[in-house]
């Protein structure tokens, strides 16, 4: 059993930067591929991108690529999001999720994070 929690949401002006911290608690977050997902008013939950459970490889929404850069510290239990150049685009809750897997369907992760907000001013 694994439980997240998301932080670092806020307010950001547009062309700014936030990194958001996803803290697991339970004793296996080093075997599990972590996630991060995104969910905008109205619109289905999105993938932005993943790392895999030793942080030797990331794959990345083509929305976010070159912008958000995904890592992790297993001995801290944290997985971060790094997001830079925010466009108003890139107003969502972002969730954080384990897995076996870095893939980009929200069914294939086991445990979800309850969320954080992130809202770009333009």
């Known amino acids: 059993q694994v439980q997240l929690v998301e932080s670092g949401g806020g307010l950001v002006q547009a062309g700014g930067s936030l990194r958001l911290s996803c803290a697991a608690s339970?004793?296996?977050?080093?075997?599990?591929?972590m996630g991060w997902f995104r969910q905008a008013p109205g619109k289905e939950r999105e993938f932005v991108g993943a790392?895999?459970?030793?942080?030797?490889?990331?794959r990345y929404a083509d929305s976010v690529k070159g912008r958000f850069t995904i890592s992790r510290d297993n001995a801290k239990k944290t997985v971060y999001l790094e997001m830079n150049s925010l466009t108003s685009e890139d107003t969502a809750v972002y969730y954080c999720?384990?897995?076996?897997?870095?893939?980009?369907?929200?069914?294939?992760?086991?445990?979800w994070g309850q969320g954080t907000q992130v809202t770009v001013s333009s």
């Open positions: 999720a384990a897995g076996s897997r870095m893939v980009v369907v929200t069914n294939q992760y086991n445990y």
């Open positions: 339970g004793r296996s977050f080093s075997v599990y591929a």
């Open positions: 790392i895999s459970w030793s942080g030797s490889s990331t």
